[in-house]
Nanobody, 118 residues
Framework: VQLVESGGGLVQAGGSLRLTCATS????????MGWYRQAPGKERELVAT???????AYADAVKGRFTISRDNAKNTLYLQMNSLKLEDTAMYYC?????????????WGQGTQVTVSS
């Protein structure tokens, strides 16, 4: 499956953005999807995951601020980001895999840049 992210941009701290991950095929049957991010000079980190059964999980750093969701009818994965902080600045990637533990080795998009300014 091919993934294409969009929705990134420049936003002030405290603001919101919604990232979109469009897929080339049906996501209904994709068992696991997720969002990762990587800031300059830092390791890639998992932000949020969702399963085909609707189970979601979040990194502690984004809990209560970010929401991951999937629209099976539109074959799209979303990441709603609220109350953005400077430390949320990173390249954000979506990923898809047969299971959550295989996400790092799954299909990835090219990323969308999120920059949070003070």
């Amino acid at each position: 499956v091919q993934l294409v992210e969009s929705g990134g941009g420049l936003v002030q701290a405290g603001g919101s953005l919604r990232l979109t991950c469009a897929t080339s095929g049906s996501i209904f049957s994709i068992p696991a999807m997720g969002w990762y991010r990587q800031a300059p000079g830092k390791e890639r980190e998992l932000v949020a995951t969702t399963t085909s059964g609707g189970i979601t999980a979040y990194a502690d750093a984004v809990k209560g601020r970010f929401t991951i969701s999937r629209d099976n009818a539109k074959n799209t994965l979303y990441l709603q980001m609220n109350s953005l902080k400077l430390e949320d600045t990173a390249m954000y990637y979506c990923a898809a895999a047969p299971s959550e533990d295989l996400l790092p080795q799954g299909s990835w998009g090219q990323g969308t840049q999120v920059t949070v300014s003070s």
